[in-house]
């Protein structure tokens, strides 16, 4: 009894420092701009600017890159896709455009891109990001060609309007807000000297070998750390006071949270050393000030208040759909690294072959996970021995065969669509992270 309360006290622990370890790193300058970014996207860029383009009229040199394009700025999981996608088919998009839509939203959203290349690498990422666009098209272009037939006789008889034929427009300030925020994950997450370059520190006057310190040190975290944690936790409360009723107006909860979420940002920015209290200036900390001195001016002076407002509730429902399956998704990565031997990944996908690759597509549809959740998983599985190769065709496949998903499409397409889609994709998955893995041992 003794040994099995140990063992299960050792996958707790597991789980525990995993999920501080996480939320104390510097990834929060990648997450915190990418939920901004997302909402931001969502609220200020209307669908039917990107939607218009995929109708059976439009060229395919317009629909398929405007498909990929949508599915990048809508930044939706793949259980949010599937109504999308079934939207604008039944709706009259042509079947390759909806499949391309269908393959590249869940895939390349910005919060899985920039927290795939914090968390794992952005050769993980960049090549997720390409081939995800690559295979989109591919992938549609071959879907409406096996059924061309049948898209011509649906296209006859659909009406030529709806949906696609909406047409708005965006202004100015919003491509300008945009570049901002873009600027700020940029900033937050690229490794160049100017950026990580340290101009000036400091010694926090504090003792470090209190018990604070003992402590902090004992679950491998750093003051910095510490405090960043503790941002997390007042930010979810000030949000949820300030955030949940956000279109009956901004009050002082509202403004207490945006002050909190850009002071998490400049604290997660400067360089702190290890084991000490030593805080370093470095051009991120002065670059993330400027931008968000940038953004808060450009916010004020060129959007309404139910502009912003809409845009804080976008990224607050992105935020409360997301962030808590992301806990638990990273506490249970912790837990899974305990329980499953080393040795399993390495002999099961632990060489960049054929069949590690496949089976690295397989983990993808039985062990399904939301957005982002994945990447946590996949990080585990890098730590547990798995080759980058068969990492990269599990990360493909997961956001597109999962059990859920094949059946929801089959109601959608039939049975015949959905069959060589899901084929589609698992072949293209396998050669893409074996190709990807003979490169790594090329270079």
């Not at 309404?304 to 407002?309: G, H, M, P």
Request: net charge neutral.
């Amino acid at each position: 009894m003794e040994s099995l309360l140990h063992y299960f006290g050792t996958l707790l622990w597991s789980g525990w420092t995993g999920l501080l370890d996480y939320l104390a790193a510097h990834v929060l300058l990648c997450l915190v701009p990418a939920f901004i970014i997302a909402g931001f996207m969502s609220s200020m860029i209307p669908k039917e600017a990107i939607t218009r383009f995929l109708g059976p009229r439009s060229s395919k040199w317009i629909s398929y890159p405007a498909s990929a394009l949508g599915g990048f700025i809508l930044a939706v999981c793949s259980c949010t896709i599937l109504p999308l996608f079934a939207g604008i088919w039944k709706r009259g998009a042509g079947l390759g455009p909806a499949i391309t839509f269908l393959f590249v939203g869940p895939a390349i959203n910005i919060l899985a891109i920039t927290y795939t290349g914090a968390a794992i690498g952005f050769d993980i990422a960049i090549s997720r990001l390409v081939l995800s666009i690559l295979f989109g098209i591919v992938i549609g272009l071959l879907m409406a060609w096996f059924f061309r037939r049948e898209e011509a006789v649906r296209a006859d008889e659909m009406a030529a309007n709806g949906l696609f034929d909406h047409k708005t427009s965006v202004k100015p300030a919003v491509w300008v807000l945009f570049i901002l925020l873009v600027s700020v994950l940029i900033v937050g997450t690229l490794q160049v000297d100017l950026l990580t370059n340290v101009y000036t520190s400091f010694v926090l006057p504090f003792d470090w070998n209190n018990g604070l310190g003992t402590f902090l040190s004992s679950v491998n975290l750093t003051l910095q750390g510490a405090v960043l944690i503790f941002m997390l936790i007042i930010i979810g409360f000030t949000s949820w006071k300030g955030f949940e009723d956000i279109f009956s107006g901004f009050s002082s909860w509202t403004y207490t949270a945006f002050v909190l979420i850009a002071l998490t940002v400049l604290i997660a920015a400067p360089k702190e050393e290890v084991g000490s209290l030593q805080i370093g200036i470095n051009g991120r900390l002065i670059g993330e000030f400027v931008l968000l001195v940038a953004i808060g001016i450009v916010a004020a002076r060129s959007f309404t208040k139910d502009e912003l407002s809409g845009w804080v509730w976008e990224t607050w429902k992105f935020v409360k759909q997301i962030f808590p399956l992301l806990v638990i998704g990273v506490f249970a990565a912790g837990i899974v690294k305990v329980i499953i031997p080393e040795a399993w990944i390495r002999t099961i996908a632990g060489q960049n072959t054929i069949w590690a690759n496949l089976v690295g597509v397989l983990f993808g549809v039985f062990m399904y996970f939301p957005t982002l959740v994945e990447v946590p998983i996949a990080k585990m599985f890098l730590d547990l021995g798995m080759a980058r190769g068969p990492l990269l065709a599990y990360l493909l496949a997961d956001p597109e065969l999962s059990l859920q998903s094949i059946l929801v499409l089959n109601g959608v397409m039939g049975r015949n669509k959905t069959l060589i889609y899901v084929s589609l994709v698992a072949i293209m998955s396998t050669l893409a992270g074996y190709l990807f893995g003979l490169a790594l041992s090329i270079m």
